[in-house]
T-cell receptor
Framework: ETGVTQSPTHLIKTRGQQVTLRCSSQ?????VSWYQQALGQGPQFIFQ???????GRGNFPPRFSGLQFPNYSSELNVNALELDDSALYLC?????????????????FGAGSRLTVL | ELKVEQNPLFLSMQEGKNYTIYCNYS?????LYWYRQDPGKSLESLFV?????AVKQEGRLMASLDTKARLSTLHITAAVHDLSATYFC???????????FGPGTSLSVIP
């Protein structure tokens, strides 16, 4: 089975620009969650997508938005980039019941997209 | 709002020694996860603990869960250098059941 793949792996943007990050979920998974991990910190939950709709959101402003496609892949879009948006963005796919992990199912993470905002 | 804390945040230990990492969380949850992250890498799932009293073991790592105390422990036995990494605990938050991570414990095992 293929794992979670993310692109691009690294990118550099300037303040005010917009960025789109992409994620292909693991085979058999139906849910995608996005996390932001600043250097030296734990991953912070941005939002989750289930059945192509946002299904839960963390404390992130509306300029963070996303999409999920029928094949369960997903995009994270960030508008009006700020310096503090510099971080590793992690996509995690999972198999859920209506967005809720059950049984032994866990989040499976991709390698991440490292964003630097100058 | 669910908060997840870990103690210690940094741990330097000698090979062959034992140590325990603690994870406390602030609201009721029945699911707790432990992940490992190597420098510059993504997160790898180690354990999922699904009920009070659950214990899981893999090699030199053993995780346990006390849901009444809202506490999980990750015990390291006879540490080896290969265990050097950052360890995160994570909990399904209420009410939206999304997985919330702790700040991580950076473990360095010294020969």
């Amino acid at each position: 089975e293929t794992g979670v793949t993310q692109s691009p792996t690294h990118l550099i943007k300037t303040r005010g620009q917009q960025v789109t990050l992409r994620c292909s979920s693991q085979s058999g998974h139906n849910t995608v969650s996005w996390y932001q991990q600043a250097l030296g910190q734990g991953p912070q939950f941005i939002f989750q997508y289930y059945r192509e709709e946002e299904n839960g959101r963390g404390n992130f402003p509306p300029r963070f938005s996303g999409l999920q496609f029928p094949n369960y892949s997903s995009e994270l879009n960030v508008n009006a980039l700020e310096l503090d948006d510099s971080a590793l963005y992690l996509c995690a796919s999972s198999k859920t019941r209506q967005g809720i992990l059950t049984g032994a199912n866990v989040l499976t993470f991709g390698a991440g997209s490292r964003l630097t905002v100058l | 709002e669910l908060k997840v804390e870990q103690n210690p945040l940094f741990l330097s230990m000698q090979e062959g020694k034992n140590y325990t990492i603690y994870c406390n969380y602030s609201t009721t949850s029945d699911r707790l996860y432990w992940y490992r992250q190597d420098p510059g890498k993504s997160l790898e799932s180690l354990f999922v603990l699904l009920s009070n009293g659950a214990v899981k073991q893999e090699g030199r790592l053993m995780a346990s869960l006390d849901t009444k105390a809202r506490l999980s422990t990750l015990h390291i036995t006879a540490a080896v250098h290969d265990l050097s990494a950052t360890y995160f605990c994570a909990v399904d938050g209420k009410p939206n059941d999304k997985v919330i991570f702790g700040p991580g414990t950076s473990l360095s095992v010294i020969p």
